[in-house]
């Protein structure tokens, strides 16, 4: 089993910043792949950028150039920084990670972007 906790989330404006932390209770390096999902009211959850277990890393089209997805093994955290938010990026962030057979999800963090 896999804990996750999110934080990081907040209120910024158009062209801003965050910074996203998911902290997971296992050695992330035993979880392929972990991820980052969203979820804008009204809208299916979908995947914003994922870090495989050998570190290769996938974005989603409307993220790239502008979110970088890393992590730290030492803490066994995986960071979503976020630059030049745009009011599209509203939306519950969630951080997802694949043990085994199974996949676990965080809580969610609220990203809200003013125009």
């Known amino acids: 089993q896999v804990q996750l906790v999110e934080s990081g989330g907040g209120l910024v404006q158009a062209g801003g910043s965050l910074r996203l932390s998911c902290a997971a209770s296992?050695?992330?390096?035993?979880?392929?792949?972990m991820g980052w999902y969203r979820q804008a009211p009204g809208k299916q959850r979908e995947l914003v950028a994922s870090?495989?277990?050998?570190?290769?890393?996938t974005y989603t089209d409307s993220v790239k150039g502008r979110f970088t997805i890393s992590r730290d093994g030492a803490v066994n955290t995986v960071y979503l920084q976020m630059n030049n938010l745009k009011p599209e990026d509203t939306a519950v962030y969630y951080c997802?990670?694949?043990?085994?057979?199974?996949?676990?999800w965080g809580q969610g963090t609220q990203v809200t972007v003013s125009s």
């Open positions: 997802k990670a694949r043990y085994g057979p199974n996949d676990y």
């Open positions: 296992r050695n992330i390096f035993s979880i392929n792949p």
């Open positions: 870090i495989t277990a050998g570190g290769s890393t």
